[in-house]
């Protein structure tokens, strides 16, 4: 994931499919990042990046989740359901935005939009 974001610029239901998976530059890449745990970190997504460039120049960076914000949540449901029928996933947005939908109307509503395509 990290490197298909680095690559493609997003991470989103797309980065999983087959094409991204078996793009040659994210595969080499992802070749070369670790991952590993450090306990001096705070607990969730608190992180720390290190970069090392091809001229050897290493670069280190605090990392940590943002705040949500709702612009930003609403994009991301929309680039993960651009694909899908738009009046199915227009009315499940709008239930989740509009208040607490009762848990059956809800699966009622998504079932509609992942059902098809557009």
């Known amino acids: 994931m990290v490197a298909a974001a680095l690559v493609e610029g997003r991470v989103d239901l797309k980065t999983l499919n087959q094409n991204t998976i078996e793009n040659l530059n994210i595969r080499a890449l992802a070749a070369r990042i670790v991952c590993a745990a450090d306990p001096a970190l ?25 705040p949500p914000d709702e612009a930003r949540i609403v994009a991301k449901f929309h680039a993960n359901t651009d694909d899908r029928r738009r009046a199915a996933c227009d009315a499940l947005l709008h239930a989740l935005m509009a208040g607490t939908p009762r848990s059956r109307e809800l699966m009622r509503i998504a079932t509609a939009a992942i059902a098809g395509s557009t």
């Not at 969730?44 to 940590?64: E, Q």
Request: aromatic fraction near 8%; proline fraction near 8%; charged fraction near 20%.
């Open 42 to 66: 705070g607990s969730g997504f608190d992180g720390r990046m290190d970069v090392t460039f091809h001229s050897g120049d290493p670069v280190s960076r605090p990392v940590g989740l943002t």
